[in-house]
């Protein structure tokens, strides 16, 4: 149940758009962009040096031709020069200076002579604002702006001499009156941010009075800048969310279907994945899907085998006690007979053969998966590891004592295959047994190592050759099953289980190998085992 309401849980937020981490992560790499994009868009727009001193220098060259105008028409005397205030305000209303560009008349004193907005009997007329609180986006842009400035003041280079520096009028008229250029930013009577340039006017090299301009479309061109920025930045902002949302629904939620799919599984709710849309798409969410989709159907089939051979087990280990439940009962009976309880005897003790044969085949099978996991592959020499697995045979003496020989028909080529040593040497040893149980007494079985292709694939080639009675045609496939056992007449009792050739087959098609059986035309059987070669 509590494995249910988790999965639950978090179906919920299956369709929830910040439901899930990979989203999240989406999103958040795609906003970091875009706030690195908003704040340096800010940044430039308030980091205006460059243009504040380009405007100084093109302030600096008018005022310094109009300080000349002005100095040839309104000054006069020698060897005191002076200005004539009448002359000096008559040459500045003849400059007709624009709207944005303020130009005023100083004497040494500092007393105002003349005023452009004045003699041009310009009337400024605006509208006041309503009072009223700022909105919560300005106060933040706002603070986002000083704070990207101030952040960013200290790593900014400095200008030099060509920087305009922020004083007050007092402090560029005491700079301009000694006979220099002065420039300087600040914010007029009027609230508006201001480029002031003040230059001497001067009667051959005495200081008779101070131009000073002013411009004040500072403001303006930052507007325009920043009102210009904010389509580029409302379509960038657009766009990140579209394709953060498009990465959602295409990424982060297959994956979390998946998960949920998993986990459905895992809990028993579904045997299967289904998960059609997600397997069909030729991505690597799409493979992804169909790689789980085909683990969960082998993890099934592997579990529908197991209870299939938990069943064959049982039944196969039911018919031994069974037989020897059935002679102990009888052995009561005869307890006067001698000669039948010798046969008694030795039924037993073939059922207790054939239920140790079964139970050692059966304890091999079961750990045979776990052991070809677990055993890493190596490059084996494949004559020699025959060749070392057929030594193994010489002196031992069994029931029909057929002796084996091998032939290395390779002929010392150093054929290779990536394999495990152990489970290979099971492979052999099942067969080499198998073949000598068929073979007549004191008959031959023959292991023979070749070099084989397979299409572009060089094989090596191992067969394993018995004089015996041969496979019925019909069961050349069939012997491959567990648990199977068809022997002749007069066959050994209890030397099979049933499981060798099953668990042949299993090795083998671990190693991407193959194995099939036939008949041999002079008679026997022969068994073919091919595994890649490196």
């Known amino acids: 149940m509590a494995k249910t309401g988790e999965i639950r849980n978090r179906e919920r ?56 105008l002005i100095s ?124 002031s340039v003040s230059v001497p006017i001067q009667r051959v090299s005495a200081v008779v009075g101070i131009l000073t301009l002013e411009s004040n479309d500072i403001d303006a061109i930052i507007r325009a800048e920043r009102a210009a920025l904010v389509p580029f930045i409302a379509v960038a902002v657009l766009v990140a969310l579209v394709t953060s949302a498009l990465l959602t629904i295409g990424i982060a939620n297959p994956l979390k279907r998946l998960s949920l799919a998993a986990d459905e599984v895992r809990s028993g709710s579904s045997s299967t994945l289904n998960l ?59 307890q006067d007979d001698p000669v039948a309880r010798e046969k008694l005897r030795k039924v037993i003790a073939q059922d207790v053969m054939r239920l140790d044969r079964l139970i050692t085949d059966i304890s091999n099978a079961s750990r045979l998966e776990a052991e070809i996991t677990r055993i890493p592959a190596e490059s084996l020499d494949i004559a020699r590891f025959v060749r070392d697995v057929t030594a193994t045979y010489e002196g031992l003496s ?32 099942n067969l080499i047994d198998n073949a000598r149980s068929f073979s007549p007494e004191k008959d031959t079985v023959t292991v ?16 394993i050759e018995d004089n015996g009675p ?19 007449e007069g066959a050994a009792f209890g030397n099979n289980s049933g499981l060798g050739l099953s668990i042949v087959a299993q090795i083998i098609a671990t190693h991407q190998g193959s194995v099939v059986a036939e008949n041999r035309p002079e008679g026997g059987a022969r068994f073919i085992v091919e595994l890649p070669a490196t």
Do not use: C
């Open 448 to 463: 023979t190592v070749e070099q084989g292709r397979i299409g572009p694939q060089t094989t090596a080639r191992i067969l």
């Open 276 to 334: 059609p849309r997600i397997t069909k798409r030729h991505d690597e969410i799409g493979r992804l899907a169909q790689s789980v989709e085909a683990m969960t159907a082998a993890l099934f089939e592997r579990i529908t085998a197991n209870e299939s051979f938990a069943a064959d087990v049982a039944h196969e280990l039911k018919n031994p006690l069974t037989s020897i439940r059935s002679a102990v009962e009888t052995a009561e009976l005869v």
């Open 13 to 68: 937020g299956r369709f929830s758009l910040l439901g899930s981490r990979i989203a999240r992560l989406i999103f958040a790499s795609n906003l970091a962009g875009l706030i690195i994009l908003i704040i340096g868009a800010m940044v430039l727009n308030e980091m205006r040096a460059s243009f504040v001193v380009s405007k100084k220098q093109d302030l600096v060259g008018q005022a310094q031709l109009l300080s000349n």
């Open 470 to 488: 041969g496979i019925p045609d019909d069961k050349l496939e069939k012997i491959f099953d567990r648990f199977y056992t068809d022997r002749p």
């Open 72 to 195: 040839e028409d309104a000054t006069y005397g020698f060897p005191e020069p002076a200005i004539d205030e009448t002359l000096a305000r008559a040459a500045l209303a003849s400059l007709s200076l624009p709207e944005t560009l303020r130009g005023k008349i100083y004497g040494v004193e500092a007393d105002l002579l003349g005023d452009s907005y004045f003699l041009s009997d310009r009337v400024i007329v605006s509208n006041l604002p309503p009072l009223r609180e700022p909105g919560k986006i300005s106060v933040w842009s706002k603070g986002l702006s000083e704070w990207a400035i101030g952040a960013l003041s200290a790593v900014t280079p400095a200008r030099g001499s060509d920087a305009v520096r922020t004083q007050t009028f007092e402090e560029e008229f005491a700079e301009a009156i000694l006979g220099n250029d002065a420039a300087s930013q600040r914010f007029n009577d009027r609230g508006q941010r201001i480029i």
């Open 398 to 429: 069994h029931q029909r004592e057929a002796a084996i020989r091998f032939t290395d028909a390779t002929m010392n080529s150093g054929l290779k295959v990536q394999g495990r040593e152990g489970p290979l040497g099971q492979v052999l040893r």
